[in-house]
């Protein structure tokens, strides 16, 4: 079987090829339309994959700050327990040396 014979037979018959014109145009409407769908689906895809990366960027970013920032905070913990112990040390000397002045100052009851 030729085949063209089989193109007409499967497009409604040898009626002059109307009907084989309409069903090739009617699948190509759906071919583009498919073709579009499939464009659009590639594009939301493309955007779905660029925000992922944006957000993993994002992450890496905030757990970098998250690293730094705690660093940072260990130091000024080390820093402030250093500054209370050494104002602990100089309340001490400041009481001795009140208790010192004191004893001088003041008479013998």
Partial sequence: MAMTDRHTRH???SDGGTGAAADIEAATKRLVSALDALEAAVER???SDRNEDELAARIQ???TD???LA???DQALV???SLERTNREIAGKLD???AT???VIEPPS
Wanted: no cysteine; proline share 0%; charged share 35%.
């Fill in 101 to 103: 002045i004191r004893e």
């Fill in 45 to 47: 895809r493309v955007e």
């Fill in 11 to 13: 497009f409604g018959g």
């Fill in 66 to 68: 998250r690293s730094r």
């Fill in 61 to 63: 970013a905030l757990g």
């Fill in 96 to 98: 001795a040396a009140i």
């Fill in 71 to 73: 660093n940072e905070l």
């Fill in 79 to 81: 820093q402030s327990r």
